[in-house]
């Protein structure tokens, strides 16, 4: 074990050994010798000469957010000490202290210097004093932290620094918790569904994971979500894929196309980064009580403040205790979790932010497939209902156990250098039981009456241990007229998963049969297997400024160790391992007018580990083995538009992505080789915008042509090249509309569109489309004499349309949501 200061970090190969070394060098910069040695060497950074600004009149935020950025400067804040002020804006030559002077003009608002360059904004209290409220960061505040409405300005997904997502050179979309309340998300992938370029239920109605499959990319769409800019690290290729609960996200920021500059091994349709809440230096509580559809219940508070009177400290603890049916029989959902966390000013340039996630499932819902016999069309005239479960009650468990530790570390060492650490350890378990359908015995296999449908069992026990660790340093300077924004970084990454598989044959179900028999069952073991996975990335990033012209260039080079060892196997005792290194570029060039609009054009590269074996046949026995990794490349322009003075934004992005080495075998052959390749190409087109003071708006829209470009040979035995992967649609679209009226009264209604789909990779069933409506209904009791206390109703799928919402292959399609109705209680105080 290694120890710098107080931070321990074990050293677990020889290989990353030199770069974790590196690694750990970078806390160093917090320690005060170095600070001040920092410091010295630059006497006069404290005194910023003038430069010149052209920020137009409009919301105070909006204005702070840019001055902050163009200035260089660390802004610290409270989100509502804005909200609802407006700013004169600032036109001319003036200093950082000159300039916030001039943009709070009529605020009732004051900016402090720290003396080492940063500034925090005071409230005028009544008696003339000033008052310190919670701090956020605004030059990663807007990026991170609490805002008002839907309306995003920075996001810090793309570029791990605050960007405005006018000078973003990617698609970038936002969620805030405003939206997940006013739509009443119960999961992440809820939460998305009115993005654009995005499919949330690929699954159909489960929220056991949160799949998000982005640009037509579906594979592996639980394996792009990240917790406060870390990968959440379950392992896609085992049960053990985590969930956070919605409740304790602040927001959620989806990036489109490939991120491995940055994030390392990822998907190259994007990912979802999910920021969590964070310690307020205001007291802030509330409680919440939600009834609803399927006897769904829930408790849930969020508690925050200030610990001590010099608000140094803060803390924060939300909960959440949830108990619910599901529109299948005999199914459960239940949920009891806890997120602590506390937040340390270690200085007037440091701060400290540990949490925790403790987190029980005893039931995670239900997570099965039907034919498309009998869901996508009729089985000899007959459909199977919704509400049919194929599997047996007493053989259905879902039972998971996750917990996580982390912290985030940042510190201001002056005007030029600012050092970023964000560390997070999971640890989960998984104990899984599950009796599911493969078709019907009649027809697929040829024994059975007709409609029996062929089952099979499978139970689990997993366990997982992982951890990650990013360190990043940013510089600020110029460089004649060039302006610079450098971020450099290393992070590394170790996972490692065990897992004891259990299979089995079930008798047979008839799902049109009045009645169900008994059982009976057939066990066997199938394997035990250690999976682990370790990388080591260095990256590093320079966002350059020159007038109106924005330039976005990054590398990076990863090393990859990951292996697997079977035994107690039906196989025969078996392992394997790889050794794996990766370069990866991105490049951007964005040109922001003066009028809100700013075209821009990108490329990216993606890469991704192979971490699950294949199962090649070699005539008498299988050789498993570990396939390359699959690779991905996006060229991208777009055109953004935020009008001056508003938080308003439109996007517009055209795209082509290619996502190489996918498994595949030829006809002849019987063993797996990385050929494959799916090719996307698409147009993207969101707006958010508020048309009226009280009321906002979002729409989108997506067009998607995607297709496997080279030889892919799927289950049946097809090559595949020219067909669309299925769960793949066209054309999808989405309308969300929200009103606030003056007497408490707030309503909301939306529409999403899914075009046709296909059921298998093959093409030979296609899936209609789709339109779901949701509404909202809400009332503030402070109007009649309750303060604090509101009412929201929620409910979608308005008109309970019974859909197929996609199958991934013949055998296994899923029925959409049914009609879902949530009431909820919320008392603030």
Known sequence: MHRTGSLAVFVYSPLSRAIQAAALAAPLLLLPGWTAMAQAAEPGSQQQAPRSYSIPAGPLSTALSRFASEAGILLAANAGLTAGKRSPGLNGAYTAEQGLAVLLEGSGLQARGDGQGGFTL???????????????????????????????????????????????????????????????????????????????????????????????????????????????????????????????????????????????????????????????????????????????????????????????LAYRLAGVARDANNQVDDIEEQRFALMPSLSLELGEATRLTLQALLQRDPESGYHGGLPAEGTVRPYRGQRIPRSFFEGEKDRERFERDQQLLGYQLEHRVNEVVSARQNFQYLDAQVDS????????????????????????????????????????????????????????GLDYQRRKAKVSYEGGTVSPVNPYAASRPVASYSFYHQYDESRRLEQTGLYVQDLLALNNWRFSLGVRHDWVDVGFEQTESLYGDQADNATQEQLTGRVGVLYAFDNGLSPYVSYAESFNPNTTAAYNYNGSTYDISLLEPTKGKQGEAGLKYQPQGRDDLYTLSVFELRQTNLASKDSSENFFRAVGEITSRGVELEARFQPLENASVLASYTYLDVEYSKDFVGAAGVNNRGNTPNAVARHMAALWADYRFRGGLQLGAGARYFGHSWADAENSLRLPSYTLFDASLSYDLTQVGLAGVALRLNLNNLTDETYVSACNSLLQCYYGEERNVMATFSYDF
């Open 433 to 488: 039981d599950q009796v599911y359908q493969y078709g019907y015995t009649l027809d697929d296999y040829g024994y059975g009456a007709p409609g029996d449908l062929y089952r099979a069992y499978t139970g689990a026990e997993e366990a997982l241990h992982a951890w990650t660790i990013d360190n990043q340093l940013q510089f600020e300077f110029d460089t004649g007229r060039l302006s610079h924004t450098l971020v450099a």
């Open 122 to 312: 005071l409230a005028q209290a009544a008696q003339g004093a000033l008052e310190l409220q919670a701090t956020q960061v605004f030059a990663l505040g807007n990026a991170l932290g609490s805002m008002a409405g839907y309306q995003a300005t920075h996001s810090s997904v793309a570029t791990k620094t605050s960007m405005p997502l006018l000078e973003t050179s990617q698609s970038v979309s936002v969620v805030t918790r405003a939206q997940m309340d006013d739509q009443g998300a119960r999961s992440v992938a809820q939460a998305v569904r009115y993005t654009p370029g995005l499919m949330s239920a690929p699954y159909g109605a489960t929220t056991r994971y949160d799949y998000v499959a982005l640009r037509g990319i579906t594979d592996g769409a639980v394996d792009n979500l990240y917790l406060d800019g870390l990968k959440l690290m379950g392992d896609s290729g085992t049960y053990s894929s985590l969930q956070v609960d919605p409740f304790f996200l602040e927001r959620i920021d989806i990036l489109k196309g490939p991120s491995s500059v940055l994030y390392g091994r990822s998907l190259p349709g994007g990912l979802v980064a999910m920021t969590t809440k964070k310690p307020e230096y205001t007291r802030n509580n509330q409680v919440q009580l939600s009834a609803g559809s399927n006897d769904y219940q829930q408790l849930a508070f969020d508690v925050t403040g200030p610990l001590g009177e010099q608000e140094r």
